[in-house]
C-alpha cells in the first residue's frame, strides 16, 4: 500500500454512521476501509480524526482565480477536492477581447469580487469556452475543477450589446450559435 490512514473516525458520505478504521490507499485509489493489516510505505496516525473523501463544492466563483491559482484557497484549504464555475451565468468564457471589461465588471457587481484583481490576474489566453476549459486544463492544481457554460457571457458573446438585456431572446440563429458555442 501507498499509503494507511489509521484509525480515524470514517465518515464517508454514505449516510452510514461515523466508525473507526484504516483507509488503505493504493495508486492513488481507496483499496480498504476496516481493520487494514499490511503496512503502508507512508502511515498516518488519525487518533481522535476525521477521515473524510473530498467534498465537492458545486457553487463557486473561482471562473477568474483558476486561471492563475493552482491552490484555490481557501476551498483547498477545507477539504473541497472539486469546485464547479459558471454556476451562477457569469463567468469569463466565451469572450470577445472587447468585452473583458464588460464581463469582470458583471462579476464585480453581482458576485462582489474585486475587479482589480480579475484584471490583474487574467490573461485572457482563450475566446471560445473550449480555449477556456484549455487554459484551465492547462494549469495543474491541488484540486479539481468543474466549468459550466455561464449564459451571461454566452449570450453577450452571440448576441452583442442585446445579450446584455435579460428581457431581450435570442433569434433562432442565435439560439443554433449558442449551441454550437
Known amino acids: 500500500m501507498d499509503l494507511v490512514i489509521r484509525g480515524g473516525t470514517v465518515v464517508d458520505g454514505s449516510g452510514a454512521p461515523p466508525r473507526t ?11 480498504e476501509v476496516g481493520r487494514v493489516g499490511e503496512r503502508g510505505d507512508r502511515e498516518v496516525d488519525a487518533d481522535g480524526l476525521l477521515v ?3 467534498f465537492v463544492d458545486i457553487h463557486t466563483h473561482f471562473d477568474g482565480q483558476a486561471t492563475w491559482d493552482p ?6 484549504q477545507h477539504g473541497v477536492t472539486t469546485v464547479a464555475m459558471g454556476n451562477c451565468g457569469v463567468g469569463f468564457a466565451p469572450a470577445r477581447p472587447d468585452r473583458h ?3 469582470i465588471s458583471l462579476l464585480e457587481g453581482v458576485e462582489d469580487i474585486p475587479g482589480t484583481a480579475l484584471a490583474e490576474g487574467m490573461t485572457w489566453g482563450w475566446e471560445s469556452f473550449p480555449e477556456y476549459l ?3 486544463g492547462g494549469t495543474e492544481r491541488t484540486i ?3 466549468a459550466h457554460v455561464p449564459h451571461a457571457p454566452l449570450r453577450a458573446y452571440v448576441m452583442g450589446e442585446r ?3 435579460h428581457l431581450a431572446h435570442p433569434t433562432d440563429d442565435e439560439t443554433a450559435a449558442m449551441l454550437e458555442e
Open 101 to 103: 471589461d464588460w464581463l
Open 71 to 76: 491552490v484555490l484557497a481557501p476551498s483547498s
Open 52 to 54: 473524510t473523501p473530498g
Open 163 to 165: 445579450g446584455a438585456d
Open 134 to 136: 484549455d487554459v484551465l
Open 144 to 146: 479539481d475543477v468543474a
Open 21 to 31: 478504521a484504516d483507509v488503505a490507499i493504493d495508486g492513488g485509489r481507496v483499496v
